[in-house]
């Protein structure tokens, strides 16, 4: 079935991929594609609306990103928000000015026309703006429909081209009516008819990977993360019997991990799951080493030696499943600086495994379409809801050599942190959260006696992409109880510190 969409065209804002989630969000599939694109080009590709991002230029930058002004007279609809909306009144002769000062943050915006973009907005609401330039002067034809104080045209349109222009941003949660307009946008405008479920995902691609694989052999290297659960899953719908995962266990491990991935895809699903014990390989590749780049590199080799070796024994297979979801897609097609992946591990086994053709079940979704793909497929809220985590997992949370004892410490602190992170509720509003085992020891006393042992920091962060992050202000409250339960539960530690660094400066992982 051939789903109607939405082209978003980037122009470089950090919210663009927000923009297409939220597209998607309202059952309507959509593509984000660079500014570059042409007329041509989006005629060809005959999206039902289109819709311009913000971006960090000013439309009279030197080398600013302009747009194909053919793209204006297609008849399709464009929606311009932020420097997309400068940019529909400078290409159409309108004016752009510079203002004095910027606008950021929330403001109280006046709508001041009808319009079908507007329908249940009420005429004062509060949006969220970010932005130097603004509108000036209307280009010919286009109505104001909305301003704010420091905005004489926040909001304009055309109804008969159907080209509208927001300068503040309907996709972040402060905009009240946002996803109100955006919703107008797709469904008034532009006359979506909502066909982007993922119930509907799940059951055509189960049916496109069973015309696709047929009785022929898959081969999928489990990570017990998020993607390559749901990938796996998917493709065993459509392949049973045929699909072989293989789970390598490095040691290096959140506690249960490895018993849960069984449990839920071997025992449960009925897959054929090979789990490959290879914790004492690792344990001796990583003996001495303290360098963390180091210790990620001789992970990352390692595991493509034990998965070679694995897929050997297999023989050749037909397919291999690889988790790619669309973001890392984005990323590779603007041409911008790649993506720090989940599963970089995988990136290197095509080059190990004798196989004919790649399938990547979720190349067209985001990751919480990847979560609703799972949850439609009745995996359960734990395998779903999982926080991302390293490739080299434990090993870059323990500072310098990594030893079964440090491993063990770690692993006990991490699980306390996650269960009272859980029983706060706080799991899903957290990006990630985790232990670290510092290369600290401090003085302490337990009982009535002195104790010299190890440091645990705690970190937890919130982000969209993990390319900055803001420390999380978990409640003094679970981070007490927390930090008391890992002194007094976990076996060489005795002290706990919560780290309130944001990345930038700070990078996520310590290591
Ligand atoms: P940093 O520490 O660079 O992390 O702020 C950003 C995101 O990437 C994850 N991360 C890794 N993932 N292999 C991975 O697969 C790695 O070596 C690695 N290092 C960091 C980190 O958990 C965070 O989500």
Known sequence: MKHQRV?????????????????????????????????EAIEAYAPVGIIFTGGPNSVYDKGAPRVDPKIL???????????????????LGGGVEHAAAGEYGNTLLTLCGEDELLAGIPLSSVCWMSHTDRVSALPEGFAMLGRTESCPVAVFGDRRRKIYGVQFHPEVVHSEYGNRLLENF??????????????????????????????????????????????????????????TCVFVDHGLHRKNEPEEVMKVFRDGLGMNLIEVDARELFLNALRGVTDPEEKRKIIGKLFIDV????????????????????????????????????????????????????????????????????????????????????????AIRIMGEVTVEKLET?????????????????????????????????????????????????????????????????????????????????????????????????????E
């Open 73 to 91: 007279q297609l008849g399709i609809p464009v929606l311009g928000i932020c420097y997309g909306c400068q940019l529909i009144a400078h290409t």
């Open 410 to 510: 770690v692993r006990e602190a991490d699980a306390i942190f996650r269960e009272e992170i859980v029983r706060a509720g706080l799991d899903r509003d957290v990006w990630q959260y985790f232990a670290v085992l510092t290369d600290s020891k401090t003085v302490g006393v337990q009982g009535d006696f002195r104790t010299y042992e190890n440091v645990i920091a705690l970190r937890a962060v919130h982000s969209v992409d993990a390319m900055t992050a803001d420390w999380a202000r978990i409640p003094y409250e679970v981070l007490g109880r927390t930090a008391s339960r890992i002194a007094g539960e976990v076996k060489h530690a005795n002290r706990v510190v919560y780290d309130i660094t944001s990345k930038p400066p700070a990078t996520i992982e310590w």
């Open 186 to 243: 797709l469904y008034r405008v532009c006359g979506a008819k909502g066909d982007w479920t993922m119930k509907n995902f799940a059951a055509e691609e189960v049916a496109k990977l069973k015309e696709k694989i047929g009785g022929k052999r898959v081969l999928c290297a489990m990570s017990g993360g998020v993607d390559s659960a749901v990938a796996a899953t998917l493709v065993y719908r459509a392949a049973g019997k045929n699909l």
């Open 7 to 39: 082209l978003v065209l980037d122009f470089g804002g950090q919210y663009n991929q927000l923009i297409a989630r939220r597209v998607r969000d309202l059952n309507v599939y959509c593509d984000l594609k660079p500014c570059e694109m042409t007329a």
């Open 307 to 394: 998965f070679e070796r694995e897929a050997k024994k297999i023989g050749a297979v037909d397919f291999l499943v690889q988790g790619t979801i669309y973001p890392d897609v984005i990323e590779s097609g603007n041409g911008k600086s790649a993506v720090i992946k989940s599963h970089h591990n995988v990136g290197g086994l095509p080059a190990v495994v004798d196989f004919k053709e790649i399938v990547e079940p979720l190349r067209d979704l985001f990751k919480d379409e990847v979560r609703s793909v799972g949850k439609e497929l009745g995996l359960s809220d734990e395998i779903v809801w999982r926080q991302p985590c390293p490739g080299p997992a434990l």
